[in-house]
Nanobody
Framework: QVQLVESGGRLVQAGDSLRLSCAAS????????MGWFRQAPGKEREFVAA????????YYADSVKGRFTISRDNAKNTVYLQMNSLKPEDTAVYYC????????????????????WGQGTQVTVSS
């Protein structure tokens, strides 16, 4: 059974940093693009960041560019999201996702392009 389990979310102050982790089990995702999305109350799930299967290419939403960094450790089957200079508008449930296509040339950035999803971890940023 494939599982993606996010961790690291908590309540922080504006300006703080936080690192989210997403551990995969049930299969390896070392050949698959991975992404982070978030969903705030009353809003649609939105793209945050994505990384290619090699780790060489990454993409970010404009709202987090320069503050967030996505990375992966294929040996640990884990992807990370380092979040710096957090703002209250970053408050959301953060989801990890995996693309089922192996060694894809294009890194997906849309919800419908991902096939596996975690349960999410809550990040709350107070002002």
């Amino acid at each position: 059974q494939v599982q993606l389990v996010e961790s690291g979310g908590r309540l922080v102050q504006a300006g703080d940093s936080l690192r989210l982790s997403c551990a995969a089990s049930g299969r390896t995702f070392s050949n698959n693009a991975m992404g982070w999305f978030r969903q705030a109350p009353g809003k649609e799930r939105e793209f945050v960041a994505a990384i290619s299967w090699t780790g060489a290419t990454s993409y970010y939403a404009d709202s987090v560019k320069g503050r967030f960094t996505i990375s992966r450790d294929n040996a640990k089957n884990t992807v990370y999201l380092q979040m710096n200079s957090l703002k209250p508008e970053d408050t959301a449930v953060y989801y990890c996702a995996a693309d089922k296509r192996p060694k894809a040339d294009v890194v997906p950035t849309r919800v419908r392009q991902y096939d596996y999803w975690g349960q999410g971890t809550q990040v709350t940023v107070s002002s």
